[in-house]
């Protein structure tokens, strides 16, 4: 199986041509990034999009690692001198993982088992005997292989060892195996008791006490609360068909002696060949199926996390920015003060300090006129209120400032500090302020996160950005793959201008790596900033092909060539100035001029390097250069009659924004440092297979109080247009939805970690932040 085989079988997948698939592997192959692909190789691929040339990608990383195991397995059995031309056909033209190993099962090389040792005494010969004629009777065979020099002392010792080579042998076709597997899926439960005497505390897990579920039914959720609290010593699971009494009457004996077409009723052999059919499924396929179909839903529920923590991330690294202001930051606190920040319009720090508004030093008048001061003196138009302990106070504060004060034309918005916490005490803020305690970098990046949450959050982990659900349960491996192409994806579909951007952010430019990252920006502290694309060639280790790769994706504001505003590449330049120059018009001229642009006839510049789709592409940002795919910046209102969780009742209706989207509902901060959840069957008056159809992370939205626990910190909200307000019926409707996921949110909350409620419009971008 070569790249032409992976083409065809991808494609099929993909309902798209093998040509197609072909190309973008020959691209990935020779180092481009998918970005890049999606881009600025549309005629390649024939217009393959960034979410098809992912999945290709993945699926490429799969078949790749399935012909190696594939040639692992066949060198092992050509060694074993047991490599047959059918079983070659078998092994090469399987594309599944599972199959595979069904194949290769009966040639695994095993020390020391019984079987093993049973055929070492010279058994094997009786064993296949009786196999071949159940009319045999066993212990009359048997008497023939009595063997004191090999250890068999008697008959039933020469029996004991044949069933042991049967046993093995009955349980390894792969036809066998297969078929009892996909039945167990199809049919299973997966049950779930507490173990006795073990105690749950908060009884995060009560809801799995007496727990049965279809297993293929299972959502993500709920199968990685039962891992959890299997893990935790406080669940026992278990896979079980429906209606099976003991494992004598089990079904899937019948199965296997069919399978193998035994026939030993009513005679000598019944009792020797019933003890290994129920060998078979007892000792050698119940447990490895199970463990087997467990992983498969382990691996399916980890899969559906990491896509909701990507989502989500990714409507996190897209929302839209404040834009460029000069912004104070505050980082509230009550005894140590409001730490404050203030940065200019391209996030350059400014000045620092604290203020003591809240008992016990309480100078409340003071520190407005210190407010108002740095305000008026530094034009401040942002005020970034961080949404930890004191920030609802904090937010009064300032709201008495700017009315007092009529600054109209300065805006307050409370942000999520999420992640603040982890960015201030990184090697990155270390290397930007060295100088600065870390509760200042930790205000500068509560600034500069309002500005462009994108620019700031890049900086951060994306697995310390807690927007998922169980993050810290699946595959890190995988996890940190997904985000990382994730973020690699926001930023190369938004631009980075070259000029400002940090080496963090440039290092998830297509091409770039964080070594060229540092370079770039080494290099602009030393010349100045970059007057045009081609002086990347002059940054050090920067070669041809990653200057192919980023250049396109890298902004220079009012730089030497009017193009390298916008995103066409500079390979097409040239085509551009063509157009211009058949409209007798300048470049500068060109771009922007929806008019203009309009009157040229993208068909009469196909040419054998540049097709129509990139031509519509130039054309499309000529019209809107360096557009932002971004949406406009909004501000979430909260109601300021309500603060604390003790203000809400049933019925309330309030304006919220949506921090955290999972498969069963979404949580929505409603402004009282709690997030409450608006369970799927509350998110529309219609039915919902999937949140994300309906809200994203970031949006703001207008809620129903349901219910409110004050005590266990729970609040249940409504999207719907006239939601039933009763207690009851929510409660029914929340019970399966693992309230271990909500309660870690409310331990976030009362941790010493960054709170992750959001209470402005930070809210809306970053309020699912969370360091769980």
Avoid at 247 to 273: D, M, N, V
Avoid at 324 to 339: E, I, Q, Y
Avoid at 568 to 589: N, Q, T
Avoid at 738 to 749: G, P, T, V
């Amino acid at each position: 199986m070569n790249s032409l085989n992976f083409a065809q079988i991808i494609a099929d997948e993909l309902k798209v041509k093998s040509s197609q698939v072909e190309a973008a592997i020959a691209l990935l192959n020779e180092g481009a990034t998918v970005p890049f692909i999606s881009r600025y190789r549309k005629e390649a691929t024939q217009g393959l999009d960034d979410i098809q040339l992912r999945q290709l990608e993945t699926r490429l990383g799969y078949l790749t690692s399935l012909q190696e195991r594939k040639q692992t397995i066949l060198k092992s059995l050509e060694a074993q001198q047991k490599l047959t031309p059918e079983l070659q056909s078998a092994v090469e033209n399987t594309f599944s993982k599972t199959e595979l190993e069904d194949i290769y099962r009966p040639y695994k090389l095993t020390r020391n088992s019984k079987a093993l040792k049973a055929k070492e005494a010279g058994l094997d010969p009786l064993a296949q005997a009786l196999l071949a004629n159940p009319k045999l009777d066993p212990f009359a065979e048997a008497q023939a292989y009595v063997n004191a020099e090999k250890g068999i002392e008697t008959a039933e010792a020469a029996l004991s060892g044949a069933q042991d080579i049967l046993t093995e042998q009955l349980s390894q076709p792969p036809g066998l195996v297969a078929q009892l597997r996909e039945t167990l899926w199809r049919e299973g439960i997966v049950t779930s008791r507490l173990v006795k005497n073990q105690v749950d505390e908060g009884e995060k897990f009560k809801d799995y006490y007496e727990y049965d579920e279809p297993i293929r039914k299972v959502p993500s959720h709920r199968a990685l609360a039962l891992f959890r609290g299997e893990q935790a010593g406080i669940l026992k699971l278990k896979l079980e068909l429906p209606q099976v009494e003991s494992s004598a009457s089990h079904p899937f004996l019948a199965r296997i002696q069919q399978f193998h077409q035994l026939q030993f009723e009513r005679l000598a052999s019944q009792t020797f060949f019933s003890q290994i059919i129920h060998q078979v499924w007892r000792l050698k396929l119940a447990k490895s199926l199970e463990t087997e179909l467990f992983s498969r839903l382990r691996e399916m529920a980890e899969q559906g996390a990491i896509e909701v923590f990507a989502h989500n991330l990714k409507d996190l690294l897209l929302a839209a920015p404040a834009g460029a202001k000069v912004t104070l930051a505050l980082d509230p606190g009550f005894r140590t003060g409001v730490k404050l920040a203030i940065v200019d319009q391209t996030g350059k720090f400014l000045h620092h300090g604290v203020i003591y508004p809240h008992a016990p030093q309480s100078q409340w008048d003071q520190s407005k006129q210190t407010l108002a001061k740095l305000i008026k003196d530094y034009g401040v138009k942002l005020v970034s209120i961080g949404n930890g302990t004191a920030s609802r106070e904090t937010e009064q504060l300032v709201n008495e400032v700017l009315t007092q004060n009529k600054l109209t034309n300065t805006q307050k918005v409370v942000v999520s500090e999420a992640g603040a916490s982890v960015y201030s005490a990184s090697e990155i803020a270390q290397q930007e302020f060295p100088q600065l305690d870390v509760t200042i970098r930790g205000a500068i990046s509560i600034g500069r996160r309002l500005q462009d949450p994108l620019a700031e959050l890049v900086k951060i982990d994306p697995k310390a950005i807690g927007v998922g659900q169980y993050q810290h349960d699946v595959n890190q491996t995988a996890l940190a793959l997904s985000l990382q192409n994730t973020v690699e994806d926001c930023v190369n579909s938004v631009g980075v201008d070259l000029n400002t951007a940090s080496s963090a952010l440039l290092s998830y430019v297509s091409g770039l790596s964080s070594r060229l990252a540092q370079e770039i920006v080494k290099w602009r502290d030393e010349n100045g900033s970059f007057r045009n694309r081609q002086q990347l060639k002059k940054v050090p280790r920067l070669g041809p092909k990653a200057f192919e790769q980023c250049a396109g994706f890298l902004r220079i504001r009012e730089g030497e060539h009017p193009l390298d505003q916008s995103a066409v590449h500079p390979e097409s330049y040239e085509i551009v100035e063509k157009m211009a120059s058949k409209l007798g018009v300048d470049l500068a001229h060109l771009i922007g001029q929806t008019e203009q642009v309009k009157r040229i006839n993208a068909t009469e510049f196909v040419n054998e390097n540049i097709g129509l789709m990139t031509l519509r592409d130039i054309l499309s940002e000529l019209e809107k250069p360096g557009r932002d795919p971004r949406p406009s910046f909004e501000v979430v209102k909260f109601d300021d009659a309500i603060t604390e969780i003790k203000d809400l009742s049933p019925g309330l209706v309030l304006e919220g924004v949506v921090t955290n989207v999972t498969h069963f509902g979404a949580f929505v901060d409603v402004g009282v440092h709690q997030d409450g959840l608006v369970h799927i069957s509350h998110l529309s008056n219609g039915f919902v297979s999937d949140p994300h159809t309906i809200v994203k992370a970031g949006q703001i939205v207008k809620v129903t109080v349901l219910e409110v626990d004050e005590a266990r910190k729970r609040i249940s909200l409504s999207m719907k247009t006239s939601p039933t307000i009763t207690a009851p019926s929510l409660a029914a409707s929340t019970k399966n939805i693992d309230k271990n996921n909500q309660s870690q949110q409310s331990q976030a909350k009362n941790s010493n970690a960054p709170s992750h409620h959001s209470l402005g419009t930070l809210a809306d971008k970053f309020a699912a932040l969370k360091n769980k």
